[in-house]
């Protein structure tokens, strides 16, 4: 029981960190900003 | 003859191959659009990257979806490019969160841009940068350049936004209001780049050089929009204008430029000045009037005369646009330059003599006038006692002004009379005029001085002291204007020499104004200022 309860923690405690690995790595990256800006031009 | 043949058209290959980068694209050919975000400092970084052909007028579309914001990155830029060669780019402030942005990339673009990235480099901020990126949009309106020119163009760019910036804290404009300045700046960027499309969409040349021309146009009168809201003089804006051309046509960055380049530069700047100047008045007079308190129909005819004034203005950059810049791959001779700004100048002028004709008080509204500041004065004492009336005002000359040296009078205008609205509330107002006024103007030599209205007759008061202050205000507008003739013709130095003589002598009637609020002193200086051409 008390292992178990352990190793729920930890599994708990890797998903945390798992999402805060991923929602990091989206924050850094300039192309995947998604602000529904756009830009449409033309040139000669 | 076969060798002289197969010489000629490797020459004319060499020369095609030379002059690509001032010629529209090919025509059906492949290009990749490069997306990069550009720092405050001036760091590119590629972020996407489109495959496009151009059609058969050499123009070519592009189109991306979610790209960075003004919360990630101070600019983007747009880059052509012909394989690995770079033909073509456009730089302009980030959009905001979600906005749809346009663009136009052109030959004109591409060496705005080579400069503004020279110019910001090494930028401590956004707004920083967007001051820096600003002056080659109205330093450089054509493509025939080399890059050594467009890079000197950046130079000389940075050293204008820095005497631009000094100029304004100088003169005690706050952080807070520069901040707001920068902000509304990058806007009128946006605004800048957007209307460039048009001009590339365009295959008719001299209706793509009107377009052009209108965006410049708009854009200056954004630029000065943008210190109206930031709440700077428009005034003391104009005059820092004046004082960036004057530091760029002395820069060392542009000792090396042809004696051409420097002067189509010069040109297109100064072709901005004048509707500069009018424009910081006319926000001046419109700010004014609903502080005095001005009636419905005063309102609607400045509201109509500035409309027809702006008009008139863009106009007239259009069409300066058009006949100095209208092919864009080639720099305009210097008769070509002096006979575009001769046109502009003669359409300004007769802008504005129709906005003065328009804003002119009529005779009744003048009579008026008078009969309620000679009612106010009696009330003080005036004329030892005597009976005063409006005609008794009239017979001094009052209620009539001179614009011009050796001009004859005419009467004031519908912002001085609106101004007159203020005098029940400016019970404790006195003016000391500034008696140096008058020397400055005569050590001019104008070819004659105006008469002073004998006021000691009349007794101290707010109506005294604004008939002080409108006298002081037309010497000052009459000093400009000896200036102006004494300097012509004019360049940049000289701009600047009288625009910063104006500024001084408002600060002095400023200082001799006591009793009314800060906003109350302002709005009178403003309305009370003849409109000026220089």
Known sequence: MKKNI???????????????????????????TSNGATLTGSAQ | MNKIMTWL?????????????????????????????????????LVEEMAATSDINGKLNFQFSNVPDSNSTAFLMVQIMDGATLVRQSLAPAPTAGQQMQMGVSEISHRQTQAALQSIMGATSTGEASLRAMFPLIMIATGDMLDADADSFGAAAQDAATAFNSYLNMNSVSTT?????????????????????????????SDAAAHFGMASAQLMT?????????????VLLA?????????????TALASLSVGQFAAMQA????????????????????????????????????????????????????????????????????????????????????????????????????????S????????????????TGGTLSGLGLGMMQTTINGTLQNWSTMMVAATNL??????????????????????LPASMPTAPDLSLLPDGPDKSLLELQYDLMLTHLISIQMATNLDPLDQTDLAAISAANLANRNMIMQGLSGPSELQKNTLIKAMSPMQLI
């Open chain 2, 222 to 234: 954004a630029m000065m929009q943008a210190g109206n809201t930031a709440g700077i003089d428009p």
């Open chain 2, 423 to 444: 005098l029940p509330s400016l019970t404790g107002m006195s003016y000391t005029p500034i008696t140096t006024l008058t020397s400055q103007l005569s050590d001019l």
């Open chain 2, 9 to 45: 058209s490797l020459a004319l290959v060499i020369s095609v191959m030379t002059a690509t980068s001032s010629m529209a694209l090919l025509i059906n050919h492949d290009y990749s659009v490069q997306l990069h975000i550009v720092s405050a400092s001036g760091q590119q970084t």
């Open chain 2, 268 to 371: 297109n700047y100064m072709s901005g000045t004048q509707h500069r100047q009018m424009l910081s008045q006319m926000s001046g007079y419109a700010a004014a009037m609903s502080v005095v308190g001005a009636s419905a129909s005063q309102t609607l005819a400045l509201n109509t005369a500035m409309t027809s004034l702006q008009n008139t203005m863009h106009t007239a950059q259009q069409t300066f646009c058009q006949q100095a810049f209208g092919d864009p791959t080639m720099l305009p001779s210097q008769v070509t330059l002096d006979s575009a700004l001769g046109t502009m100048q003669t359409a300004m002028q007769s802008g504005f003599d129709n906005f003065n004709t328009a804003m002119s008080a009529n005779s009744t509204q003048i009579s008026t006038m008078l009969a």
């Open chain 1, 6 to 32: 352990w190793q729920h923690g930890l599994l708990i405690l890797v998903i945390m960190a798992l999402i805060t690995t991923l929602s990091a790595c989206g924050s850094s990256s300039t192309t995947s």
């Open chain 2, 239 to 251: 005059a820092a204008f004046d004082q960036a051309g004057q530091v760029m046509d002395s820069s």
């Open chain 2, 177 to 205: 209001q520069m901040t707001s300045f920068h902000t509304e700046l990058l806007a009128a960027m946006r605004a800048y780049t957007a209307a460039n499309k048009s001009a590339v969409d365009d295959t008719v040349l």
């Open chain 2, 373 to 388: 500041m000679a009612s106010n004065m009696l009330g003080m004492g005036g004329m030892g006692g005597g009976m005063m």
